[in-house]
């Protein structure tokens, strides 16, 4: 992964080589065609068996298509001058001749978020809230399931992973609902900055909103999980915007993106089905620094008795996979993987790179299927559907949420999961 603009960037490519030919650096001139090798630089091998060489593979407009911004760059290394065999770039896997090098992009800018599931209206919202009977104000909701006791579990935190805000979270188990019960007051601006939003969470200035959710065993029911959402003073919303841009702001249309793969909403009966409490994953969130309070270190007990809260709120095979791994004793385990992805380096880095950072929030929400990505074959099985998902086409990509998209494209992880679908020549352009 090369951060910047790749017109700026410059590749140092060395290694060892015991032949004696000339030794060429290629990279493909069109990222999506897999033969059009071009030679940009030329090396020989010293008395040592060493080579080494500088190259910038767009040092001018006219190699711009080489390496389009946030796309892939092949490159790899070829003696005969060229003609002959590529280098292995690990001497123990002789076939791994190509190296793809990634360049982070902004979103696409034409994407919509939160609208896998499709939104709805206030009004329908209003129904909604009458349809669960939902407690006017946060305190009423506080007082209706038995908030401010000791069974109370309580975090605040960055989630830096999808949502991008400062979050004051709050779980019971409730005698209301003979199941449990959340309120997350948050803090900050979608788009803002992570280091005003823990400055507004630790002085707990006038929040955005607090979003609260209730689960009413069996979870099999319709509206067996709800969602409310109350305003800066505590009053009812019947709307609530998670991101810049606003797309799907409806209650619970807009939650149901994340909560609940396999989720729908039926408006004839105000109904939610299929919604699901989700994992807390202290890897995907921030820790104030300059109060001890807040570390992860110091709320690690109040974060593992919310993750046992939402195994408490039936959580899918896939939640309780995670949660149980990452919580193999009272301290966190943050590199949980589970046995399936830990066969080979290839798919524990593909888990650890791309799936738990990017994918697994919302998808393990899956009751079933292979949208769970609980395998590799899983992943497999949905490689087309995930080149087109995140190849930038849109207007519904994944992953989804605008906060979460916005990390993915900015990092190596797009580049690392087509490798590992075996499709380096996708997303060439984007
Ligand atoms: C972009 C994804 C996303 C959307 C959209 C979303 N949430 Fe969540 N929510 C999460 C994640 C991830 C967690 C786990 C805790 C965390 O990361 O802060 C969570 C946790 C919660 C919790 C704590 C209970 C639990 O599931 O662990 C509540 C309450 C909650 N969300 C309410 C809502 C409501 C209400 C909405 C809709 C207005 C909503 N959320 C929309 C991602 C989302
Ligand atoms: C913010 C939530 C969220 C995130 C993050 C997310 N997805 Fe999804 N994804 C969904 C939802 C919702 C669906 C629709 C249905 C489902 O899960 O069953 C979906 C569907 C898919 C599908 C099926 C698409 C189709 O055409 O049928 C693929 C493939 C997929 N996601 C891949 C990914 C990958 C890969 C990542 C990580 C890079 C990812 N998703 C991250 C929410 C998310």
Request: hydrophobic residues 40%; aromatic residues 8%; contains cysteine.
């Amino acid at each position: 992964m090369f951060p910047g603009a790749v017109s700026t960037v410059t590749i140092h490519v060395a290694g060892t080589y015991t032949g004696d030919s000339e030794l060429a650096v290629q990279v493909l001139a069109d990222p999506t065609d897999l033969t059009s090798w071009t030679t940009i630089a030329t090396a020989m091998a010293d008395a040592t068996q060493a080579f080494a060489a500088d190259v910038q593979p767009v040092d001018s407009s006219a190699d711009a298509a080489r390496w389009p911004q946030g796309g892939v760059l092949r490159l790899r290394v070829v003696d005969g001058a060229g003609s002959g065999v590529a280098l292995p770039y690990d001497a123990n896997q002789p076939s791994l001749t190509t190296i793809a090098v990634a360049s982070p992009a902004g979103a696409p800018a034409d994407w919509q978020y939160l609208t896998q599931k499709a939104p709805g209206s206030d009004a329908e919202t209003s129904a909604y809230y009458t349809a669960i009977d939902a407690p006017t104000t946060l305190a009423a909701f506080q007082s209706t399931y038995g908030f401010g006791g000791a069974s109370e579990a309580a975090a605040k935190y960055y989630n830096l992973g999808d949502l991008g805000i400062g979050r004051d979270m709050h779980c019971v188990a409730t005698a209301a609902a003979g199941g449990v019960a959340c309120y997350v007051t948050n803090y900050g601006t979608f788009g803002g900055d992570q280091g005003s939003a823990i400055a507004a969470l630790e002085a707990a200035t006038t929040p955005l909103a607090t979003v609260a959710m209730v689960y009413t065993p069996p979870i099999s029911a319709p509206n067996a999980v709800t969602f409310m959402v109350y305003g800066a003073t505590g009053s009812l919303a019947t709307h609530a915007q998670l991101d810049t841009v606003g797309n799907n702001v409806s209650i619970p249309q807009n939650c149901i993106n994340c909560h609940g793969g396999q989720s729908s909403y039926a408006a004839t009966s105000h109904a939610a089905t299929g919604a699901r409490f989700l994992q807390f994953d202290p890897n995907a969130f921030a820790f104030p620094t300059d109060d001890a309070s807040l570390t992860l270190d110091a709320q690690q007990a109040q974060l593992a008795a919310l993750d046992q809260l939402a195994m408490q709120a039936a959580p899918t095979d896939a939640e309780q996979e995670v949660i149980t791994g990452s919580w193999p004793s009272a301290t966190f385990d943050a590199s949980f993987i589970p046995d399936a992805w830990n066969d080979s380096d290839h798919d524990a880095r593909l888990y650890t790179d791309v799936l738990a950072p990017y994918c697994r929030a919302c998808h393990v929400s899956n009751d079933a299927g292979n949208l769970t990505f609980q395998t590799p074959a899983d992943l497999m099985a949905n490689a087309d559907k995930t080149i087109a998902a995140v190849c930038g086409t849109g207007p519904i990509g994944m992953p989804v949420a605008q906060q979460t998209t916005a990390r993915f494209f900015g990092s190596g992880a797009r580049a690392l999961l087509l490798e590992w679908l075996g499709a380096p020549g996708a997303c060439a352009g984007q």
